[in-house]
């Protein structure tokens, strides 16, 4: 049961979101506030898994998941309402069951924080991880779910932990800092997309590979991972980041090994895993150096 859990929340996914809030934290560091980074912590996890699990339960109300049965851990959904383990109800309960942990821990932020604004910036954050995949605006489906996915796990998090330690929103600093998070979880949702382009295109769930093809979207992957790097060294060229970051541009390799994948195995969904995998690892060890980058 807990492996089925963990595979429902698609747990492996999580740290797109809490290493770019832990960044964005640390970028001012005195003072800190601890109830408020914890606070945000939750409030940014929960929104997470409640986007992961109202994804699959539209995914599977739209037939985008039931074009492959298969489970293959990265792309395709969970898998778990077409196997019968779970129902469509019980993630949407689960959805909105983490979407209300969100609001609470938001809400008792604000009290901390003396803020009403954070209501706010949560309260869009909230509704655009659900458009994302629900009506009226699904925007997964008419190629706009890359652009929210490079708002929710950019910008959102990391100017949204900065604004939590210093109360000042928006922030041009934290922006730009925000840039590499955001270009490699859309990177992430981009080589996951390829396998599913096919499945996707039968239900019209548009995203930007059915604009280049599978046969074509490594192009498309290397140029939103050459923006990250590119955002990485404007951060250490503005004096943002500690010359240590420069140790990042070493993982350019597991990209281009990434989108090597992408070009020969297009169409092979086994393959695509690898990808997919190695641009996980790319965000999360590029995020660790990030956050190392801060203090020296």
């Known amino acids: 049961m807990l492996k089925n859990i963990i595979r429902a929340l698609r747990l492996p996914f999580i740290t797109a979101s809490i290493l770019p809030f832990i960044f964005g934290s640390l970028i001012e560091r005195a003072n800190f506030n601890y109830p408020g980074f914890f606070l945000g912590l939750l409030a940014a996890i929960s929104v997470h898994l409640s986007a992961n699990l109202i994804n699959d339960y539209v995914d599977s109300q739209s037939g985008a998941d039931a074009q492959d049965k298969r489970f293959f851990g990265f792309f395709g959904g969970s898998k778990l309402i077409q196997e019968n383990v779970f129902s469509a109800r ?3 309960s689960a959805s909105i069951f983490f979407a209300l942990l969100a609001v609470v821990s938001v809400a008792v ?5 003396k803020s009403i604004l954070v209501i706010g910036y949560f309260a869009l954050i909230v509704i655009l991880s659900w458009q994302y995949s629900a009506k009226p605006f699904r925007f997964s489906y008419r190629r706009m779910g890359e652009l ?16 939590i330690q210093t109360g000042i929103f928006p922030d041009w600093k934290s922006f730009i800092l925000s840039l590499p998070s955001g270009f490699f979880t859309t990177a992430i949702l981009f080589a996951n997309e390829v396998p599913d382009c096919p499945g996707d295109c ?47 541009f070493i993982f350019v390799l ?12 297009y169409n092979d969904k086994m393959f695509l895993m690898r990808s997919s995998a190695a641009t996980i690892n790319l965000q999360a060890l590029v995020g660790i150096i990030l956050i190392i980058g801060l203090f020296i």
């Not at 929210?148 to 604004?163: D, E, R, T």
């Not at 039968?202 to 604009?211: D, R």
């Not at 046969?215 to 590119?230: E, N, P, Q, R």
């Open 202 to 248: 039968k239900v019209k769930k548009m995203t930007w590979v059915s604009i280049t093809g599978p046969d074509k979207a490594y192009i498309f992957y290397f140029l939103i991972v050459i923006s990250a790097f590119a955002a990485i060294a404007l951060g250490l060229w503005l004096g943002y980041l500690g010359k240590i970051t420069l140790v990042s």
């Open 90 to 92: 019980a993630y949407l």
């Open 148 to 163: 929210i996915i490079f708002l929710l796990f950019g910008p959102a998090p990391v100017m949204g932990g900065y604004f």
């Open 254 to 265: 597991m990209a281009i090994k990434a989108a090597g994948i992408l070009k020969k195995y």
């Open 109 to 113: 932020l604000a009290v901390v924080l």
